[in-house]
C-alpha cells in the first residue's frame, strides 16, 4: 500500500514563499504522474500542478508563473515551490498519485496524502 505524507505548509505574509515537500512511502508504478490538489475552505477541489514521469507539467492558470513543481524519482518524493504567494493561495494543499501517468486535471488519481495546510496573510 502506497502512503503519501506532505510536510512544509504553514503561515505566511502575503508574497512571501513555502516548499511542500511530499514523500511515496513506496513506488506505486513503474511510472506515474503526482499532482498537488488544494482546497480552500467552500470551494471545489483544483489541481494546482503536476508532473508526469517523463516531466511535462501542468499548471492552473491561478498558479502559473509562481508555482514550480519538481520531483526526485530516486526518493519518491514531489516538491511545489510556491512563490509570491496571495491570500487565496490559503488552502488545505494534497498531494496525490496517478499510476496512469497523464497528470491531467481529470486523470484519475489513485493514492492521496492527508494534506497540509497553507494560510497566506494579508
Known amino acids: 500500500q502506497v502512503q503519501l505524507v506532505e510536510s512544509g505548509g504553514g503561515l505566511v505574509q502575503a508574497g512571501g514563499s513555502l516548499r511542500l515537500s511530499c514523500a511515496a512511502s513506496?513506488?506505486?508504478?513503474?511510472?506515474?504522474?503526482m499532482g498537488w490538489f488544494r482546497q480552500a475552505p467552500e470551494k471545489e477541489r483544483e489541481l494546482a500542478a503536476s508532473l508526469t514521469w517523463s516531466g511535462s507539467t501542468y499548471y492552473s492558470d491561478s498558479v502559473k508563473g509562481r508555482f514550480t513543481i519538481s520531483r526526485d524519482n530516486v526518493k519518491n518524493t514531489v516538491y511545489l515551490q510556491m512563490n509570491s504567494l496571495k491570500p487565496e493561495d490559503t488552502a488545505v494543499y494534497y498531494c496525490?498519485?496517478?499510476?496512469?501517468?497523464?497528470?491531467?486535471?481529470?486523470?484519475?488519481?489513485?493514492?492521496w496524502g492527508q494534506g497540509t495546510q497553507v494560510t497566506v496573510a494579508s
Open positions: 496525490a498519485v496517478d499510476v496512469t501517468d497523464r497528470g491531467t486535471p481529470r486523470a484519475k488519481y489513485d493514492y
Open positions: 513506496g513506488r506505486p508504478y513503474s511510472s506515474y504522474a
